[in-house]
């Protein structure tokens, strides 16, 4: 009989930041991004996921429901006075779990290595912020961060949507309330909860992932009616990121889009983490600032995601901070190997990248 508990206690002491329970294989956990068994245990059986399955839903047929139509499911729970993020799917017929442990208190955002910008945009009375980069950057880490720093400078009243709650916020200086998306949760769809926020006299509206047309026209026309939206999406770069946004809408409807997000959108902040030579991880921030020029070109008839490169790369005055430069600030401050910093851009701009690294060491040794 497997020991379920005995395992989340071990994930929770070795501070892991995910649990896998996969069948045939003993459970594994990440930890500093490696993955590696959990010490005693056997090998799981078909019996074992049932009873982990069982142990995950505890009776609930909704979520029981949800799975079983949609062979997956997205769900919490709490153990040890620690919040899990649960998935489970579906492999060869047999359930799968993958558990993301949820830290109960916030790093300080100062300490998470965001640019400073994207914290002064919180300021911002109305618009679109996006926090955006691919699965395991800290995305909701540094969303829960921006919560709990409006929190504590500024009056406001918060909705936050997720799916599923992750970080439990309490007001301090402003209202917070906090919704779970799905079935059997406080809101069916992020859309709907969007749309429904209009009559819920919010300043601010976050959104957990904008993940379809109808979520970003919900977020769209928020912005619109004088709120500040704070979104996620699953983007590796600022410059995609627009793309993607456009490209939610038919060719029809796209000009009409392009006008509305090159006035609504404020900043766009792409993630990377990577393993650092020390073993921890380093941030790598690429932060767009919408200004006149990278507005116009997201008016363009034609989307030049270079050109939006470019002029993030060269807009360093307004608050813009581009990949190249991050990446660069991260090697030269001995963060990260320079075959790491290579890895993370395309080759055309490898010559781009020594290039920024010798100026970023000239300067360093004035």
Do not use: W
Not at 304 to 314: G, K, W
Request: proline content about 2%; some cysteine.
């Amino acid at each position: 009989m497997i020991q379920i508990e005995k395992i989340l206690d071990y994930a929770i002491q070795h501070d892991a930041s995910d649990i896998h329970f996969i069948c045939d294989i003993k459970p594994m956990v990440r930890i500093a991004r490696e993955l590696k068994e959990v010490e005693d245990t056997e090998v799981l059986t078909l019996e074992d996921m049932n009873e982990i399955y069982d142990y995950l839903i505890k009776g609930n047929l909704d979520k029981d429901n949800v799975f079983r139509q949609n062979k997956k499911l997205d769900t919490s729970l709490e153990f040890g006075g620690i919040r899990f993020r649960v998935n489970i799917s579906m492999a060869t017929e047999i359930p799968v779990f993958t558990l993301r442990l949820i830290k109960n208190e916030l790093p300080r955002f100062e300490d998470l290595g965001v640019p400073d910008v994207v914290r002064r945009m919180m300021y911002q009375p109305q618009g679109l912020v996006l926090v955006t980069g691919k699965t395991n950057s800290g995305k909701t880490t540094t969303l829960n961060a921006l919560i709990n720093e409006i929190n504590q400078t500024q009056n406001k009243k918060i909705l936050t949507l997720e799916s599923p709650i992750e970080y439990r916020h309490r007001s301090n200086k402003s209202i917070i309330i906090q919704k779970e998306v799905g079935v059997g949760g406080d809101s069916l769809s992020y859309s709907d909860g969007v749309k429904n926020s209009l009559r819920e006299d919010c300043d601010i509206v976050i959104v957990g992932e904008i993940r379809d047309k109808e979520t970003m026209e919900a977020a769209i026309e928020t912005a619109e009616s004088g709120h500040l939206v704070i979104g996620t999406l699953h983007t590796k770069s600022c410059a995609e990121t627009v793309d993607r946004m456009i490209n939610f809408y038919d060719i029809s409807d796209q000009p009409t889009v392009k006008y509305l997000i090159a006035s609504l959108l404020k900043l766009v902040t792409s993630q990377r983490l990577i393993r650092g030579k020390t073993g921890k991880l380093v941030m790598i921030p690429e932060v767009m600032v919408v200004d006149n020029i990278v507005a116009g070109l997201i008016r363009k008839d034609k989307l030049s995601v270079s050109e939006i490169e470019d002029a993030i790369q060269s807009s360093s005055d307004k608050g813009s901070i581009g990949l190249i430069n991050s990446i660069a600030e991260a090697f030269v401050n001995d963060e990260i190997t320079l075959e790491q910093a290579k890895g993370q851009i395309e080759e055309k701009n490898i010559e781009t990248l020594n290039r920024t690294i010798m100026q970023m060491r000239i300067k360093k040794n004035k």
